[in-house]
């Protein structure tokens, strides 16, 4: 069942602590994508990546790293220089850019 | 100005009828529009993709382009009630490789 998924759905952070989001596809995607969601907002793009090895910065990449060392695989770290990181998480993947993209389930981040 | 805008609603139609909902891009370079349905709490999920001038049509809803006053729609009609969600359009700028969203208009359709 070709798909993308996020984990964990729910996370919650101490304040000064890493957190990193896992985002997984198996559908041979070239194309992975980070957003976040505030509420009542459109998407904001953190950090992208167009082939493994390969990732470039979006708007709000701040206090954001991430790695593409598989295909397959491009996890997301919220670092403790994120100073407001409690948001909706969003990962998508596109078979090449400017294709139409699919987005995992999301992870809801709260800092508590 | 919004590289993408789209009138936040609430949109609210009845229950049978043709729900339009419309956004406008800044980037005449712009090539590609998408549409996103988005439950409340839910992550997007994509409706229809126009590349073209015109309109694209598939099933309930249609897709409108008109890139020189660069605006695109969508029309669904027969709405129903799980139509009810919020409505992203989304814009490939030129010479960037990410989708850039509006913040979406939400829709209401009433029983």
């Known amino acids: 069942d070709g798909g993308i998924t996020q984990s964990p759905k729910y996370l919650f952070r101490k304040e000064g602590q890493n957190v990193t989001l896992s985002c997984e596809q198996n559908?041979?995607?070239?194309?992975m994508y980070w957003y976040r969601q505030d509420p009542g907002q459109g998407l904001r793009l953190i950090y992208y990546?167009?082939?493994?090895?390969?990732?470039q910065k979006g708007d709000i990449a701040e206090g954001y790293s991430v790695s593409r060392e598989k295909k397959e695989s491009f996890p997301l770290t919220v670092t403790s220089a994120q100073k407001n990181p409690t948001a909706f998480y969003l990962c998508?993947?596109?078979?090449?850019?400017?294709?139409?993209?699919?987005f995992g389930q999301g992870t809801r981040l709260t800092v508590v | 100005q919004k590289e993408v805008e789209q009138n936040s609603g609430p949109l609210s139609v009845p229950e049978g009828a043709i729900a339009s909902l419309n956004c406008t891009y800044s980037?005449?370079?712009?090539?590609?529009f998408f549409w996103y349905r988005q439950y409340s709490g839910k992550s997007p999920e994509l409706i229809m993709f126009?590349?073209?001038?015109g309109d694209k049509e598939d099933g309930r809803f249609t897709a409108q382009l008109n890139k020189a006053s660069q605006y695109v729609s969508l029309l669904i009609r027969d709405s129903q009630p799980s139509d009810s969600a919020t409505y992203l359009c989304?814009?490939?700028?030129?010479?960037?490789?990410?989708?850039?969203f509006g913040s979406g208009t939400r829709l209401q359709v009433q029983p």
């Open positions: 126009i590349y073209s001038n």
């Open positions: 990546s167009q082939i493994v090895n390969d990732f």
């Open positions: 559908l041979n995607h070239d194309a």
């Open positions: 980037d005449r370079g712009s090539q590609s």
């Open positions: 989304a814009v490939n700028k030129a010479g960037r490789r990410a989708l850039t």
């Open positions: 998508a993947s596109s078979s090449t850019v400017n294709t139409e993209a699919f």
